[in-house]
């Protein structure tokens, strides 16, 4: 028997001794451990535990935060992209070179700071890529250029096709 299995039964033989756990619901009815098929059988209980006290490991939180950043990261893509075509439409359309000169050095801008950006994602994921338990799937880096240049093909129906 594994280390948290013998603490966790010494635990749970305590708390039954005292009457701590007899209120509780499912009380005296076996754990179905069965609902997740992704998790390691070997690990199930200990998941559970976690899971029934909202605690959720360390990986996963990490996960979720990456999530949150790539999504953002995303987001202000596409709003930038739009808007850069859009202005850059605008600036042709009147003939100003001066605010078309201006738009692309902020869109230059941006695409450095995007770059960067994703770059410092892809070493964050690389990391928790390595945190990750057996039979997890990794998480794929992202690829800024790529990114960039399907932002401005969503967009390329709306904008002008030179380039």
């Known amino acids: 028997m594994k280390k948290w299995e013998k603490v966790v039964d010494h635990l749970l033989q305590e708390a039954i001794g005292n009457g ?14 069965d609902n997740d098929s992704h998790t390691p059988p070997d690990l199930r209980a200990a998941y559970k535990i976690l899971d029934d006290h909202n605690v959720i490991p360390d990986w996963i939180a990490h ?3 990456l999530e949150r950043t790539e999504s953002k990261l995303r987001r ?3 709003r930038k ?20 000169s201006k738009n692309e050095k902020d ?8 770059s960067e950006a994703t770059e410092r994602y892809n070493r964050a ?17 992202l690829r800024g250029e790529e990114m960039i240049e399907r932002a ?9 096709k030179t380039n």
């Open 63 to 65: 996960r979720e935060s």
């Open 81 to 100: 992209a739009a808007t850069y075509l859009a202005d850059r439409r605008a600036a042709r359309k009147t003939g100003r070179a001066k605010l078309e």
């Open 76 to 78: 202000q893509l596409l």
């Open 152 to 160: 401005l093909g969503a967009h390329s129906g709306k904008a002008d």
């Open 20 to 33: 701590d756990i007899s209120h509780l619901p499912g009380a005296g009815k076996p754990l179905r451990l």
């Open 125 to 141: 994921l690389l990391e928790h890529n390595l945190t990750l338990p057996p039979g997890i799937a990794h998480k794929p880096l």
């Open 107 to 114: 869109w230059q801008r941006f695409k450095s700071e995007f």
